[in-house]
Every structure is written in structure tokens, then in C-alpha cells.
């Protein structure tokens, strides 16, 4: 039997996921007023002009100016202080898609006093002081797409035999380049589409309460906030909706050759040890 609309989870980062609607219907509002893409990634957008973005950033593109990465080779992507080596399967005008073997090499903003970040009770999350660690990816392997221009990558998560779970619609700012990979920055909220009931999948909103708690916290204002959530209606529509690219292609079932399966290591670069030592009193410093 499948769970009814309305029907109310835990997320992986501790926060809520909320069973929104199912493909193939109406795609269900979640802003409450209308703004266009643009006007509202001129809203969010202000990010990439704070303190939270990697130090080469200003030298980067958008995506769709910059140069082309070559399958198999090994690039960073970066979400601001977090550092994710990964590899290239595919990058062409579509978009970029890169997969991530099992123990490839991260760096992420944790707590400074050790706790996980999900163990942080909600409404001080985003006001703690952080330091970055060292991690490994952890699981399954993971296709990941970053369509061009677009204000989201898809996760397309898998079992350890192989099978796939379903989508992770991570709403983020549409990437830009360099050399050496590709810069966004995550917009916390997301959406989840499940793998089952082919055409009919169930689909989650995840993670509006941290949203929101990011608002009460200072780290996005409510105007901010709203935009971001005109963005999970575009992805709705646009994307998840008509299982638009990359959904229509079958991503979750990709099996690398053994070469793209090696885990990806971080270079040992000025950027890499730059990165290793940031630091903030809270979410929006450092």
C-alpha cells in the first residue's frame, strides 16, 4: 500500500521530508507568489558574491562559456567550502555528468565541537562554529548531472547490488567553471523522486524546515527563502514533471568500467590545502 500525501519523514540530514505528489499529476505549488528564474536566481544569486564561495571562484564561467572536460578525467566539484573529487562520464551542451566511486575523497564543514551535523538540534544549525574534515564517499557509487544553466544537479542514487533508489533533485545555483572543475552553491531545500511505481513515482520535499531555519538563523532573509522555493516549483514543472533530462535517461542503472570505478582522490594543490583550513563562527563566515 502506498503512503498517502501528506505523509511525513525524516531526511538523511535530520531535517523533514514531506510526500509532495506523484508524477504524472499536477505538479503541487510550494511558493507562495509567482517570480520568474531570473528573478529569483537574482535573489539567491547574491551568494556567489559573499565570503561562502572557494577563492578561484572569480575566475570562473558559466558553465555553457567554459571549456569542456574529457571523460575519465578527475575534477573537483564545489558547493562553497566543500570539496568533492569526482570523475567525468559525459560533458557535452547538455550538461555535465560525473560519477563518484565508492571511497573517493571529500572535504566538508562539520561542527567545530565534533557533533554530526544532524545531531544539531534545528534552530541552531546554521549558528555554530564549523571546521572542515576530511571524509570519504560512503555507499554505492553516484551518477550526478548538472544540466547547463539549470538551477539543480540530479543524484541518482543506487542499492549495493546495483539497483536504483530513486532521484535527488538538489536545488543549487547553476554552475560555473574553471580548469579545474565546476562552483555552485546548495540551496538546502530539495526533492526526491522515488524509484518505484514507474511514471507515477512518489515525490518528496525535503528539508523546508532547515529552510526555514535558515531564515531565523540569518543565513538566507525570507525573501531569499521564497525564491528558493519558486525555484522547487521550476524543477517541479520543468524537470520532475515530464521526467525531463536527466530522468529520461537511465542514469540509475549505469555501471562504470572498471577504469572510472577507482576512487578519486583530492589533489594536492594550494586550493585543496587552502580549503583544509577554513573555518567560521557560524554558517555565513569563513
Given at each position: 500500500?502506498?503512503?498517502?500525501?501528506?505523509s511525513?519523514?525524516?531526511?538523511?540530514?535530520?531535517?523533514?521530508?514531506?510526500?509532495?505528489?506523484?508524477?504524472?499529476?499536477p505538479w503541487?505549488?510550494?511558493?507562495?507568489?509567482?517570480?520568474s528564474?531570473?528573478?529569483?536566481?537574482d535573489?539567491?544569486?547574491a551568494?556567489?558574491a559573499?565570503?561562502?564561495?572557494a577563492?578561484?571562484?572569480a575566475?570562473s564561467?558559466?558553465?555553457?562559456?567554459?571549456?569542456?572536460?574529457?571523460?575519465?578525467?578527475?575534477?573537483?566539484?564545489?558547493?562553497?567550502?566543500?570539496?568533492?573529487?569526482?570523475?567525468?562520464v559525459?560533458?557535452?551542451?547538455?550538461?555535465?555528468?560525473?560519477?563518484?566511486?565508492?571511497g573517493s575523497?571529500?572535504?566538508?564543514?562539520?561542527p567545530?565541537?565534533?557533533?554530526r551535523?544532524?545531531?544539531?538540534?534545528?534552530?541552531?544549525?546554521?549558528?555554530?562554529?564549523w571546521v572542515?574534515?576530511?571524509?570519504?564517499w560512503?555507499g554505492?557509487?553516484?551518477?550526478?548531472?548538472?544540466?547547463?544553466?539549470?538551477?539543480?544537479?540530479?543524484?541518482?542514487?543506487r542499492?549495493?547490488?546495483?539497483?536504483p533508489?530513486?532521484?535527488?533533485?538538489?536545488?543549487?545555483?547553476?554552475?560555473?567553471r574553471?580548469a579545474?572543475?565546476?562552483?555552485?552553491?546548495?540551496?538546502?531545500?530539495?526533492?526526491?523522486?522515488?524509484a518505484?511505481h514507474a511514471?507515477?513515482?512518489?515525490v518528496?520535499l525535503?528539508?523546508?524546515?532547515?529552510l526555514?531555519?535558515?531564515?531565523?538563523?540569518?543565513r538566507?532573509?525570507?525573501?531569499?527563502?521564497e525564491?528558493?522555493?519558486?525555484?522547487?516549483?521550476?524543477?517541479?514543472?520543468?524537470?520532475?514533471?515530464?521526467?525531463?533530462?536527466?530522468?529520461?535517461?537511465d542514469?540509475?542503472r549505469?555501471?562504470?568500467?572498471?577504469?572510472?570505478?577507482?576512487?578519486?582522490?583530492?589533489?594536492?594543490s594550494?586550493?585543496?590545502?587552502?580549503?583544509?583550513?577554513?573555518?567560521?563562527?557560524?554558517?555565513g563566515e569563513?
Amino acid at each position: 500500500m502506498r503512503l498517502p500525501l501528506g505523509s511525513v519523514d525524516v531526511s538523511a540530514s535530520g531535517g523533514t521530508a514531506v510526500l509532495l505528489g506523484r508524477r504524472g499529476e499536477p505538479w503541487p505549488r510550494i511558493a507562495t507568489r509567482e517570480l520568474s528564474p531570473e528573478e529569483a536566481l537574482d535573489r539567491v544569486g547574491a551568494e556567489f558574491a559573499t565570503g561562502r564561495v572557494a577563492p578561484g571562484f572569480a575566475a570562473s564561467v558559466p558553465s555553457a562559456e567554459g571549456c569542456r572536460f574529457t571523460p575519465g578525467q578527475d575534477i573537483l566539484w564545489r558547493y562553497g567550502r566543500h570539496l568533492e573529487a569526482v570523475r567525468v562520464v559525459r560533458d557535452d551542451d547538455r550538461g555535465l555528468v560525473v560519477w563518484i566511486p565508492p571511497g573517493s575523497e571529500r572535504l566538508e564543514s562539520v561542527p567545530a565541537d565534533g557533533r554530526r551535523t544532524r545531531d544539531v538540534p534545528m534552530a541552531e544549525r546554521f549558528s555554530v562554529p564549523w571546521v572542515i574534515r576530511a571524509a570519504h564517499w560512503t555507499g554505492p557509487g553516484l551518477v550526478r548531472v548538472a544540466p547547463t544553466g539549470k538551477p539543480w544537479s540530479v543524484w541518482f542514487f543506487r542499492r549495493d547490488d546495483g539497483t536504483p533508489t530513486g532521484a535527488y533533485v538538489n536545488l543549487e545555483l547553476p554552475h560555473r567553471r574553471d580548469a579545474g572543475g565546476v562552483y555552485s552553491r546548495d540551496l538546502v531545500m530539495d526533492l526526491w523522486v522515488d524509484a518505484g511505481h514507474a511514471g507515477s513515482e512518489d515525490v518528496w520535499l525535503k528539508d523546508a524546515d532547515e529552510l526555514e531555519a535558515t531564515v531565523a538563523q540569518g543565513r538566507y532573509t525570507a525573501e531569499q527563502a521564497e525564491a528558493i522555493r519558486c525555484l522547487a516549483d521550476l524543477a517541479g514543472r520543468d524537470l520532475v514533471a515530464p521526467g525531463g533530462w536527466p530522468l529520461d535517461e537511465d542514469w540509475g542503472r549505469w555501471t562504470p568500467s572498471p577504469e572510472l570505478d577507482v576512487p578519486v582522490r583530492l589533489p594536492d594543490s594550494e586550493e585543496v590545502r587552502a580549503a583544509r583550513r577554513r573555518s567560521g563562527r557560524v554558517s555565513g563566515e569563513g
